[in-house]
């Protein structure tokens, strides 16, 4: 079993920065792909970010590119989502997830963290 807890989501306001965290725990998980998803209300869950467990392929969402990075600590257990230049349109509950291939639909991640709350006001 793989636990995920994030943390990092806060008010912003356009054109600033964030610095999401998620920490796992669970001895298996440096062999999972990890990805970052968003939903806003009244939206589907969307892929925004994902990494394989040696860092090696990383892939992004095209409204997200070049603005946001993706990285992981292996040894800390710990994935991060650097988040720059917001958007209002980037506002979301952001979840990390984590699967045992690499995935950029949320129908295959098999673990969830409980989400936080990213606001970016104008």
């Known amino acids: 079993q793989v636990q995920l807890v994030e943390s990092g989501g806060g008010l912003v306001q356009a054109g600033g920065s964030l610095r999401l965290s998620c920490t796992a725990s669970g001895r298996t998980f440096t062999t999972y792909t990890m990805g970052w998803f968003r939903q806003a209300p009244g939206k589907e869950r969307e892929f925004v970010a994902s990494i394989r467990w040696s860092g090696g392929r990383i892939y992004y969402a095209d409204s997200v590119k070049g603005r946001f990075t993706i990285s992981r600590d292996n040894a800390k257990n710990t994935v991060f989502l650097q988040m720059n230049s917001l958007k209002p349109e980037d506002t979301a509950v952001y979840y990390c997830?984590?699967?045992?291939?690499?995935?950029?639909?949320?129908?295959?991640?098999?673990?969830w963290g409980q989400g936080t709350q990213v606001t970016v006001s104008s």
């Open positions: 997830a984590a699967t045992r291939i690499p995935a950029t639909t949320p129908r295959e991640y098999e673990y």
